[in-house]
């Protein structure tokens, strides 16, 4: 099955594709590395079609939430230390602090594809001060943590 790691926020939070390095902007799909192609993308949950918000999960608090692909996320169980594991964390590790500092609050859960709604394996509250290197976001399969930040 397919891990995703799902975001939510009171404030809007940016969709679509962090972490690519293409050769160039006028050659977008092209990469000199595999390294330069490993990304996560970031959809929101509004369906155009119906024109209407859903939740990913019933876990959320907020309205506004993303899901992403999870491949490179390892799970707690599953650290491998490799380049591309590392390259996601710290993308997942900016893109949080990004959204942490405008909302000063967010959710943060990960479950397998469908299994969004079951029980949670844990539930913390953490302050993002805390959270010192991208490994720190390393979290068991339907984990959610609810990250703030004090001033």
Known sequence: ???????????????????ENPISPEQANVFRT????????????YDSEIKKRFSYSPHFTYKHQVAGYANQ?????SL??????????????????????????????????????LALSNKRSINWEDIKDPYDLVIDDR???????WK
Request: with cysteine; proline share 5%.
């Open 73 to 77: 996320i390892p799970l707690k169980n």
């Open 1 to 19: 099955m397919t891990q995703y790691i799902y975001i939510a926020s009171p404030m809007r939070l940016p969709t679509g594709s962090f972490g």
């Open 80 to 117: 491998s230390g490799r380049p591309k594991e590392e390259k996601c964390l710290r993308i997942l590790y900016n893109y949080l602090e990004e959204a942490i500092e405008k909302s000063s609050i967010v959710e943060y859960f990960t479950s397998l594809n469908g299994e969004e709604d």
């Open 34 to 45: 595999e390294l330069d192609f490993v990304h996560l993308y970031f959809e929101n949950n």
């Open 143 to 149: 984990e959610l943590l609810e990250i703030t930040l």
